[in-house]
């Protein structure tokens, strides 16, 4: 599995931005996918995860509100809308596989076997 994540930028508070995640190497619905991030001087946190049929998927509490996860199978994309972006959002984001029969280690990065390079997003007061 090969994992691509894009889309990121420098953006304004307020403004939203989609990120993309492209996989290859074995059928996208194969696996389900999660979003995470990495401020600068913190550890990476849970984003997001959808299934691997995309019918299922959830957010961080801190971000709930705000952001949503798509999956498109046909196009071997996974997205992260990201609306009314905040300072706080800044952020290398990263998406990766989740290969598990089970669901319930979704949150933990150590779940996941594949891990694309993050795509930076910077939020400008």
């Known amino acids: 599995v090969q994992l691509q994540a894009s889309g990121g930028g420098l953006v304004q508070a307020g403004d939203s931005l989609r990120l993309s995640c492209a996989g290859s190497g074995r059928p996208f619905s194969d696996y389900a996918l999660g979003w995470f991030r990495q401020a600068p001087g913190k550890e990476r946190e ?3 995860a959808i299934t691997a049929s995309g019918g299922n998927w959830e ?3 801190s971000v709930a509100d705000r952001f949503t996860v798509s999956k498109d199978n046909a196009k071997k994309t996974s997205y992260l809308q990201m609306n009314s972006l905040k300072p706080e959002d800044t952020a290398v984001y990263y998406c990766a596989a989740y290969l598990r029969s089970t669901w319930y280690e979704r949150k933990s990065q150590a779940a996941y076997d594949y891990w694309g390079r993050g795509t930076l997003v910077t939020v400008s007061s």
């Open 46 to 48: 849970f984003v997001g």
């Open 59 to 61: 957010t961080a509490d």
